[in-house]
């Protein structure tokens, strides 16, 4: 009976998620801002529990009507079937995608840093030097590689979020179709969007459709760049159509790393935030970018880190 009490036990380790906070320290509520103790990014706190990742085909192709479809394959959304519960430990999201400013203190600390990753079009991300030009500093860096892009979470002590972490940051518990809710998008209001088939002719500063932020505050998680995650891009478990798509079955095997968020230059299709893309390892363009999150250490004071309330939303901890 001993042997069998301690197998249980090993087994319920094993599969318990795993955090970094205790279970009985105190958490702040959804949407708690922090300055990041590292690269000093306005975090949000999105808390643990579980959420309706993915889609259904019945919601799909209500969505697909919505923005000018007839069928939802049109739009791929097969890609994020089956909506399915998902459990996430309480963590921190970038407020903001990882701008030029932020990346140049990377650099900094970097000397003779180079992607050398990227194909020969893509080798450089679209800021490179020494200055940096005021009106480009809250500009998303981009055209950098997955590996990049996990260069400067490790330097930042953060990680790229999994597909879970950034579409709870996104969607929160309410299954909304966009961060804001369910509304049509409206490039006026929500996001650096493009609702015909034309792409936009650039990325906005981040933080600049306030009226797009997600339910825990995170903006420009539908439009402005892609936003590279940790994981592959492989059908989920269970996905009905998976069997007969030639092109599900192509994803098997670790060849595409999951890209999330949509971007000017992908159009009206792009901004659910149920809708999955991917690029190789490798491969990067002029409209893929990122943001990191954060685990915070057992014992870290929140209030200590908090953002403080100044004439552009907020202001770092002197």
Not at 11 to 16: E, N
Not at 278 to 305: C, D, I, L, Q
């Amino acid at each position: 009976m001993t042997t069998m009490r301690l197998l249980a036990t090993c087994f319920l380790l094993a599969v318990l998620p795993f955090s970094s906070a205790r279970a009985d320290e105190k958490q702040p509520p959804g949407g708690f801002t922090i300055i990041h103790p590292r690269d000093r990014s306005p975090m949000v706190w999105v808390p643990g529990g579980s959420f309706l990742m993915g889609i259904n085909a019945d919601t799909a192709q209500k969505q697909a009507e919505q923005i000018g479809y007839s069928d939802y394959h049109q739009f791929a959304a097969e890609e994020s079937f089956p909506e399915h519960r998902v459990f996430v430990e309480g963590f921190y999201m970038d407020k903001f995608e990882v701008t030029i400013e932020r990346w140049k203190k990377f650099i900094d600390a970097h000397p003779g840093w180079s992607q050398g990753d990227g194909t020969a079009a893509t080798s450089t991300p679209t800021w490179v030097g020494t200055e940096l030009k005021t009106e480009h500093a809250q500009l998303p860096i981009a055209q950098v590689t997955w590996r990049s892009a996990q260069q400067y979470a490790n330097w930042a002590g953060k990680q790229l979020p999994t597909e879970a972490m950034w579409e709870k940051a996104a969607r929160g518990t309410d299954a909304r179709w966009y961060p804001w809710g369910n509304d049509k998008p409206d490039p006026q209001k929500h996001g650096v969007l493009s609702m015909t088939d034309s792409p936009l002719p650039g990325v906005r500063p981040v933080g600049s459709y306030p009226a797009g932020a997600s339910p825990y505050g995170c903006l420009d998680m539908a439009g402005n760049v892609y936003e590279w995650t940790s994981e592959w891009k492989e059908p989920y478990p269970n996905n009905p159509e998976a069997p007969d798509s030639a092109t599900l079955l192509k994803e098997w095997g670790h060849r595409f790393v999951a890209l999330r968020g949509g971007s000017f230059y992908h159009t009206r299709h792009s901004y659910r935030v149920s809708k999955r893309f991917g690029f190789e390892e490798n491969e990067t363009y002029f409209h893929v970018g990122f943001r990191t999150a954060w685990y915070p250490p057992a014992g870290f004071e929140h209030a200590k880190h908090a953002a403080l309330p100044g004439p552009k939303g907020f202001q770092e901890q002197k």
